[in-house]
């Protein structure tokens, strides 16, 4: 009876250690997507700033965009962070897909360099998206599957959500590097 | 068909010609030597037993030295016309004599080996590109244990990497993988190994890094479909290694050229082409 219980709680520890590990993991993928995903929010201005120069009639992307990344720059929320990542990309998709009507944006210096810039950058986010997606598809398989998901149900490890950013930026920028 | 092939393959079969003569002057002499030693053993002197025995020796060694002296030809003909054609941009030396024991060591690729041999190295003249043939085997008293036999190359990379980028071919069972998993998810240590999202390549792959973001910045999912790609066509187990600026690349069981194919089926330059040309690929692109 007695090694039955020590067993049952070896059991749990294991468990209940493997899920924090898991979490941990998680953050730790975060904290180097939120990182260069910072890296990006200080693109964003030099990059409507270069574009409105050529074409200042496109006021409204400017303005969703830049709002989006005051909002991004404020919010501590993870969930928030990883949907406003998937509409600040569309944003830029949106600016980059606008800069291709101006052939004289598209070869200044200043725009070559961010092109550079964001495309390498791009770069180190999917891999990093890429590298939290496989750390919270880990830990939701744990959360789910018996005998781990009793233990998260007991102390509400909750299940995570993935970054499913479509790579429209890195097909829109054609530089090599 | 073009002319050097047609040319080279002219001198293979009269080599081949030559040789079978050998053999036939070689089977003979050995036969002739069995019966007057087993025949006249008693009565015959150590000269009559010699004669026999001198042209079946001579006829091996002979066969040997046309077989070498040919290869070598057309090795180096067929390379020739490789680096003319396939290296157009790039200056490219040939050395029969393949790649240094210590261009593989400073690889780590392989470890562990007290016997190597290497020959036909490809190489560019700066030192960025290179491909070789190399074996390296391990042997002790009763023992001979082979690390590794195939092309070996290397290539100068734009990126740097401080730390080890390693693809290798899924060797091992899966049964045995999921134990291991198993085993480092309970007592929670780290293998170093980088899961990835397509299945396919992770039944024929493992990639291990002790950096998960740069691992994925190597091994794109454009990247894991090359790869895949390639080792299909090539039909080889491949091993890749990302370390400081340099990108190096063990290709099992081929040859850059398979001299036994172009003794058995003749010369055939386009597969040659073809064949180096895919090998330059996956050192290139992927």
């Known amino acids: ?177 | 068909m073009n002319e050097l092939e047609y040319r080279l393959n002219e001198e293979l079969m009269k080599t081949k010609k030559i040789i079978n003569i050998c053999k036939i002057i070689a089977i003979l002499s050995f036969v002739i030597f069995i019966y007057v030693y087993f025949s006249f053993m008693k009565v015959t002197s150590t000269i009559v037993l010699l004669i026999p025995f001198a042209i079946f020796m001579i006829s091996v060694i002979y066969m040997a030295f046309c077989k070498e002296t040919l290869m070598r030809k057309i090795k180096r003909e067929i390379i020739d016309n490789l680096i003319s054609g396939i290296f157009k941009n790039r200056f490219m030396e040939y050395n029969a004599e393949g790649i240094s024991k210590k261009s593989f060591d400073e690889s780590g690729i392989y470890t562990g080996y007290n016997k190597f041999y290497s020959s036909d190295r490809i190489k560019s003249s700066d030192d960025r590109i290179c491909i070789a043939n190399v074996t390296a085997i391990h042997e002790e008293e009763n023992n001979k244990n082979t690390l590794f036999y195939g092309i070996f190359g290397y290539m100068e990379t734009e990126e740097f990497y401080p730390n080890e980028i390693i693809i290798k071919p899924d060797v091992e069972n899966k049964y045995v993988s999921n134990v291991i998993n198993t085993k480092n998810k309970i007592i929670g240590a780290s293998n170093n190994s980088v899961r990835l999202e397509n299945n396919e390549f992770e039944r024929y792959f493992e990639v291990y890094s002790k950096d998960q973001i740069k691992a994925r910045q190597v091994v794109t999912v454009e990247y894991m479909e090359n790869l895949l790609e390639l080792k299909q066509e090539l039909n080889a187990l491949i091993k890749i290694l990302y370390i400081g600026n340099r990108k190096y690349i063990a290709i099992w069981n081929e040859r850059i050229i398979d001299e036994k194919a172009i003794y058995k089926y003749g010369i055939k330059l386009n597969e040659i082409e073809e064949r180096i040309g895919k090998i330059l690929k996956l050192l290139k692109e992927c």
């Not at chain 1, 962070?81 to 509409?87: R, T």
């Not at chain 1, 600016?95 to 092109?115: F, H």
């Open chain 1, 1 to 177: 009876m007695h090694v039955a219980i020590i067993i049952l709680v070896l059991i749990f520890i294991i468990l209940y250690n493997q899920l924090i590990r898991e979490k941990h993991q998680i953050d730790n993928a975060f904290s180097t997507v939120d990182v260069i995903l910072r890296k990006r929010y200080d693109l964003i201005p030099n990059l409507v700033e270069t574009v409105k120069a050529y074409s200042k009639h496109e006021q409204a992307v400017y303005s969703s965009i830049t709002a989006l990344r005051v909002q991004a720059l404020q919010t501590q929320d993870k969930d928030e962070i990883v949907k406003l990542d998937k509409d600040i990309s569309d944003g830029i998709n949106d600016i980059l897909l606008l800069a291709e009507n101006y052939p004289e944006l598209k070869a200044s210096e200043n725009y070559l360099e961010l092109q550079k810039s964001l495309e390498k950058m791009e770069n180190e986010l999917s891999a990093a998206r890429r590298t939290y997606n496989a750390a919270v598809t880990e830990y939701n398989i744990s959360t789910e599957t018996f005998p781990t998901n009793i233990i998260a149900k007991l102390f509400r490890f909750r299940k995570r959500n993935l970054f499913s950013v479509e790579e429209k930026i890195r097909n829109s920028l054609n530089v090599d590097i």
